[in-house]
């Protein structure tokens, strides 16, 4: 199965991800590293909670994106679970991406700053 363009988009993702960090260490300590991860994971979560439409200050929002979703035919609807399906592996990945520098940042914190 050849590998999608949104895989190397990731990876890249991941890279930048990794050398904001490092440059957020050498500028803050493991501190910068355990916000950054925060961050990221405020960020996938409320793009998650969305379903990618926008923010959530309307109070109609989920009302009219139930209305859309029952409008669709049949191989639209497929078409949208299988985009969403690949959207949610991104959110996915950036909630890995995020939990990890979390974890790294607060346990480097709290091991060699306490």
Known sequence: MPRDDTELLH???GIAA???AAALFRWIGFLGVGLLGLLIIF???SVDLNDWRGSG???NLY???IVND???TRNERAEWK???GRRWRASDYALMVGLAFLAVGGAG???LQL
């Open 11 to 13: 990876i890249a993702a």
């Open 18 to 20: 990794c050398i904001i």
């Open 43 to 45: 960020l996938a979560t």
């Open 57 to 59: 200050m309307n109070a």
């Open 63 to 65: 009302q009219s994106g």
């Open 70 to 72: 029952e409008r669709f």
């Open 82 to 84: 299988a985009e969403r």
């Open 109 to 111: 914190f709290l091991l």
